[in-house]
Structure formats: C-alpha cells, structure tokens
C-alpha cells in the first residue's frame, strides 16, 4: 500500500512563498506520477502540475510561471514552490501519485495567504 503525506502548508502574506513537499512511501510500482492539486474553497479540485518517475515536469497553464514543481532527492520529496503567493491561492492543496498499482492521494496541506 503507498501512503502520500504533504506538508509545509501554513499562513503567509500576499506576495510571499511557501514551500509544500509531498512524502511517498510504501510499495511504488513502475512507472509513475506525482501531481499537485488545489483546492479552494466551494470550488473544485484542480491540477497545478506533475512530474513523472524520469522528472518530467508539466504544468496547467493557471499555474505557470509562479508553481514550480520538483524533486528533492535528500529529502526524497516531490516540492511544490509557490511565489508572489495571492489570497486566491488560499486553498487545500493535495498530492496524489498515480502509479503501476493504482493511485493515492494524501490528506492535505492548507495554505492560507491572507495579511
């Protein structure tokens, strides 16, 4: 079973950064993707982004140029970096990783960007 936790979620200022990781563990079958999603509230869950098992990395258009998604080997992380942070950003913001032996989301990070 692959358990997905996320964490570094938080209050930050507009303007400001966060940073989000995603920790996988347990049994990741070949070929996989690890995607970040937000959702804020009464509204729909959506993709900001993925980076592949060969870290390809792709990003929805809404999120381009201010989400970077990547890999943090000593940490063994993926990282969601977040910059000139805007309170419509404030929002659950999940992982899930899709993978030869199905798919798992974790719980959840909340970012909330508010002065």
């Known amino acids: 079973q692959v358990q997905v936790v996320e964490s570094g979620g938080g209050l930050v200022q507009p303007g400001g950064s966060l940073r989000l990781s995603c920790a996988v563990s347990?049994?990741?079958?070949?070929?996989?993707?690890v995607s970040w999603y937000l959702q804020a509230p009464d509204k729909q869950r959506e993709l900001i982004g993925s980076i592949s098992k060969f870290d390809s990395v792709n990003y929805n258009n809404s999120a381009k140029g201010r989400f970077s998604i990547s890999r943090d080997n000593v940490k063994n992380t993926i990282d969601l970096q977040m910059n000139s942070l805007e309170p419509e950003d404030t929002a659950t913001y999940y992982c899930?990783?899709?993978?030869?032996?199905?798919?798992?989301w974790g719980q959840g990070t909340q970012v909330i960007v508010s002065s």
């Open positions: 347990g049994s990741v079958s070949g070929y996989y993707v």
């Open positions: 899930r990783i899709n993978h030869g032996g199905g798919e798992a």
